[in-house]
């Protein structure tokens, strides 16, 4: 049983990297320019299994673990960010959460067709006044016998333009749940966004919601469960997402600021000769391995299901997504004049990076949550002191 896991597995990370260095990484520039991720792309990832990876074979998905499902957004978020976005979106955002946190007459309803990729999936939580402090939504819902209306709107939906399900979150008076919304239920409306700084191609909106009548069995979990029950086990599972983001884009600036230092001659020597330059090589070597070993860390922790496993994703995000905008930083530098330009990748490499330090909780966010487990576990009494 577990030499046929291995060998499935090993199949799909095969797919995965010949998928990456032949579709996508030659394809990603023009995915940003042109802020479209086309169609194609979508129905890959989703014939090749990659939209289901982390939901149970028994739900139509791969039922990869945690490290497996970090190689895998590894090697698509080295090649595409918005591509890889799909992924925290619909996999780690939604349908993984959903395996969790769903009934069984719900994943039946949703969660096969989104393990399939015949319905994508998006994460419908922040709204213009509502971003790092969740709770504060103020889409409204009230229930009506059997039904509940979804009255409000929601901002920066990564893939609302192509979705099929949303998962919405709402209030009433307080109690924030969470809600799967079709796209064609009467009364939703998407307003595509553009000129976003990253993730570029991954079909962002606003979407309003104006007396959408959606079936109480639509509710997940339950009533005045949304944010500390659906809404936090999604970022943890999109937070794991995008920690591998972060290791991705920095191991992609490690390969593109090499390949660069080798070639590259200055002052009658290739300028990888020079210490300055070879400083941030070394820099960019060290941070991405160490990122590596934390999303590992934070993979094992989850397969083993430790209460540490939140705190130690919290960490490997916060880590990985700070070093990615340090080694982009350092790729655009060795690259000189072509790194800011849009011809070579660093300056998109350098562009994704800082996306990775705002969503899925900002750094801010993370470092007072790492500051508090910090605290708790390593705040011992030294009564001893100062007498
Ligand atoms: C590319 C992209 C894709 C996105 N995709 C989605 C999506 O699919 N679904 C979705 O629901 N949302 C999505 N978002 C929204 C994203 O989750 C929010 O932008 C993020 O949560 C931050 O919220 P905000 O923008 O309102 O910033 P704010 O919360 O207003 O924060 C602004 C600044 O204040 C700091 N700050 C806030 N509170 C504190 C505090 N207590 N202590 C210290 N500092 C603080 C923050 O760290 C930040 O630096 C996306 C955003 C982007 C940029």
């Known amino acids: 049983m577990r030499q046929a896991h291995e060998e499935r597995a090993g199949g799909i990370q095969e797919r995965a990297r010949s998928f990456a260095e032949t579709g996508l990484v030659n394809r990603a520039a023009e995915f940003d320019r042109a802020g479209y991720l086309p169609r194609d792309v979508i129905t890959t990832m989703a014939d090749a299994g990659f939209l289901g990876a982390v939901v149970p074979a028994k739900w139509g998905g791969q039922g990869l673990d945690p490290l497996e499902y970090g190689e895998l957004t590894e090697s698509i978020g080295k090649a595409c960010a918005s591509t890889r976005a799909l992924l925290t979106v619909h996999t780690s955002l939604v349908a993984e959460t959903l395996v969790k946190r769903a009934s069984d007459r719900l994943k039946e309803k949703y969660l096969t067709d989104l393990a399939l990729g015949k319905k994508i999936a998006c994460f419908a939580l922040s709204e213009a006044g509502a971003g790092s402090d969740a709770a504060s939504v103020t889409t409204s819902y009230i229930k009506k016998g059997d039904l509940f209306v979804l009255d409000g709107r929601k901002k920066w939906i990564s893939f609302a333009g192509v979705a099929d399900l949303f998962m919405v979150f709402a209030t009433d008076n307080g109690a924030t749940s969470a809600f799967l919304v079709e796209r064609d239920m009467p009364g939703v409306e998407i307003h595509p966004m553009s000129g976003m700084l990253g993730n570029r191609a991954t079909h962002m909106a606003e979407v309003s919601f104006s007396d959408v009548e959606v079936p109480a069995e639509n509710l997940v979990s339950g009533i005045g469960l949304g944010v500390g029950f659906v809404a936090n086990t999604a970022l943890f599972h999109g937070r794991y997402s995008i920690a591998w983001a972060g290791v991705a884009i920095a191991q992609a600036a490690l390969e593109t600021m090499c390949a660069y230092a080798i070639e590259r001659e200055q002052f009658g020597v290739?300028?990888?000769?020079?210490?300055?330059?070879?400083?941030?090589?070394?820099?960019?070597?060290?941070?991405?391995?160490?990122?590596?070993?934390?999303?590992?860390?934070?993979?094992?922790?989850?397969?083993?299901?430790?209460?540490?496993?939140?705190?130690?994703?919290?960490?490997?995000?916060?880590?990985?997504?700070?070093?990615?905008?340090?080694?982009?930083?350092?790729?655009?530098?060795?690259?000189?004049?072509?790194?800011?330009?849009?011809?070579?990748?660093?300056?998109?490499?350098?562009?994704?990076?800082?996306?990775?330090?705002?969503?899925?909780?900002?750094?801010?966010?993370?470092?007072?949550?790492?500051?508090?487990?910090?605290?708790?576990?390593?705040?011992?009494?030294?009564?001893g002191w100062g007498t």
Not at 305 to 314: F, K, L, P, Q, R
Not at 319 to 331: E, G, H, L
Not at 335 to 362: H, M, Q, S
Request: hydrophobic share 40%.
């Open 270 to 383: 290739k300028i990888g000769t020079h210490q300055l330059v070879q400083k941030m090589i070394a820099d960019a070597v060290t941070q991405v391995g160490a990122a590596r070993e934390l999303c590992r860390r934070a993979g094992r922790l989850r397969m083993e299901h430790s209460a540490d496993a939140v705190m130690e994703t919290n960490i490997a995000k916060y880590f990985s997504s700070t070093i990615a905008q340090q080694v982009t930083s350092d790729a655009v530098q060795v690259l000189g004049g072509n790194g800011c330009w849009d011809r070579y990748p660093a300056e998109r490499l350098f562009r994704e990076a800082k996306v990775l330090e705002v969503i899925e909780g900002t750094s801010q966010l993370q470092q007072l949550l790492i500051a508090d487990y910090g605290y708790k576990k390593f705040a011992v009494s030294k009564s």
